[in-house]
């Protein structure tokens, strides 16, 4: 597999260099890199929103949690496809008339440069560590198709993710957004079909245990995952990006959807691949072994590689569009400048930045940074929301405002960062576990109380 794997891999990423070089003479200012135009169509936008959703959290890990507790371990992408659903048909149409190019260019727009320029630090430093964990799972699965860990191997593939990215923009983005998806969905099916059609010893066995919950997931843990992970699907930054690119609010509204109702067919063969690998393999075969990497070794070896570069395309299509969302927001809400050249500077910086910190192996820093990210859902998605929907009806009582945010994101920051203070403090394990649940709520009052407070003009 090795020498046909990587033959493959030269090919595959040569394949988006080139993309990226012919979209360079479409980018004339900074829309066209950024937001591609904000000229998509509704077929571009569904595919790239896709693409952007199904990474490593949502195929190797999503695997994973479905061995550990079984097929409630679904509802992690039932929830975002829920989320979805929801954003096509309460705001979708709402956030694309605003004409933002980020989503904290939306929110200086409805609230103030303030809530632009805390979103956009939020955003910024959190996506360093989200970009570098996708490229630690990018490492993980060409060390395992090369049977070696291969620094230099993975710095190269990093930097051509970098240069295409940074060439083709957002463009770039889109076109290979949309090859990576057909190779994630091609490559999970395959292997989903084979290994229910050739090892089907346990396939009674596993219909008759789907259910939707059970000892390891409890009616609460459906009610948090709804907030929490429904949230982020609802409006989260690389969700509503989606929605800029789309050359109009229709596009926008039916693209989520459509997308919402395709990622809950994905959701139900990514999980019964998790449910086959949990009633075929034991622990002590799959010892430490990831889920969905373990059926890598057992499917035949074009099934396997077709599976690894599904796995590899469904992360890419991640952290190029993590990439280019990062670095425009840096540009346009902290800096605040319009420029192209800036944006792909940004991207050779924060692209570097992450590669040396997944080469490095200090899962602590990535941990660090990707927590960062835990102030978002409790302090950011609900402020949001009420701000979306009270605009040109009911004015904000900003400083309320901004303490929704702010008390909403240190209940996160708090569980994300200081557990081990707060229980030592006597917070329980149990009721730490719910702290961004709690955020989100408090975040969701105050909120409200900025509108019930709100001047009759938005100063």
């Known amino acids: 597999m090795n020498s046909l794997f990587l033959f493959a891999l030269i090919v595959y990423i040569l394949v988006f260099l080139g993309i990226g070089i012919l979209n360079i003479k479409k980018i004339k200012n900074f829309n066209d890199y ?48 829920i989320g979805l659903i929801l954003q096509s048909f309460i705001i979708s149409e709402k956030i694309r008339n605003f004409d933002a190019v980020t989503l904290p260019d939306m929110a200086g727009k409805i609230v103030g440069v303030g809530a632009e320029k805390l979103l956009a630090v939020i955003i910024v430093i959190s996506w360093i560590g989200v970009i570098a964990g996708q490229l630690v799972a990018m490492n993980g699965i060409i060390s395992f198709a090369l049977g070696k860990n291969s620094k230099l191997i993975f710095s190269m593939v990093s930097a051509i993710i970098i240069i295409y990215t940074l060439i083709g923009g957002q463009l770039s983005v889109i076109k290979t957004d949309r090859i990576q998806f057909y190779i994630i969905v091609i490559g999970i099916l395959i292997c989903f079909i084979y290994l229910y059609v050739t090892h089907s010893k346990y396939n009674l066995s596993i219909i008759g245990n789907i259910e939707l919950l059970n000892e390891n997931y409890r009616p609460i843990n459906l009610f948090t995952q709804f907030f929490v992970i429904g949230g982020v699907y609802f409006l989260g930054p690389d969700i509503i990006s989606r929605n800029f690119i789309s050359k109009n609010k229709d596009t926008a509204r039916r693209s989520s959807l459509i997308a919402g109702i395709l990622l809950f067919l994905f959701a139900f063969i990514i999980t019964l691949i998790g449910m086959w690998v949990r009633y075929n393999i034991s622990s002590e075969e799959l010892n430490n072994s990831k889920a969905l990497m373990y059926v890598i070794g057992i499917v035949p070896k074009f099934v396997g590689i077709l599976l690894i570069f599904g796995l590899l395309s469904a992360i890419l299509s991640s952290t190029d569009t993590c990439l280019v969302n990062a670095s425009s927001i840096f540009v346009k809400d902290i800096l605040k400048k319009d420029s192209v050249v800036l944006v792909r500077i940004t991207v050779a910086v924060i692209g570097f930045l992450s590669t040396v910190f997944a080469i490095s192996g200090s899962s602590d820093i990535i941990t660090l940074l990707t927590n960062a990210y835990s102030i978002y859902t409790p302090g950011v998605i609900f402020p949001l929301l009420v701000a979306i929907l009270a605009y040109g009806k009911r004015p904000i009582k900003k400083i309320l405002w901004y303490a929704a945010v702010i008390i909403g994101g240190l209940f996160g920051l708090a569980g994300a960062f200081l557990p081990d203070t707060l229980i030592s403090w006597g917070v329980s394990s149990k009721l730490l576990s719910y702290f961004s649940l709690i955020g989100m709520g408090v975040s969701l009052v105050v909120s409200l109380l900025s509108l019930c407070f709100g001047k009759e003009k938005n100063n």
């Open 34 to 81: 950024a937001a591609a135009g904000k000229s998509q169509s509704g077929y571009a936008v569904t595919m790239t929103l896709l693409a952007t959703i199904i990474g490593a959290s949502t195929t190797i890990g999503i695997t994973d949690t479905v061995y550990n507790i079984g097929f409630p371990g679904i509802w992690w992408l039932a929830f975002g496809g």
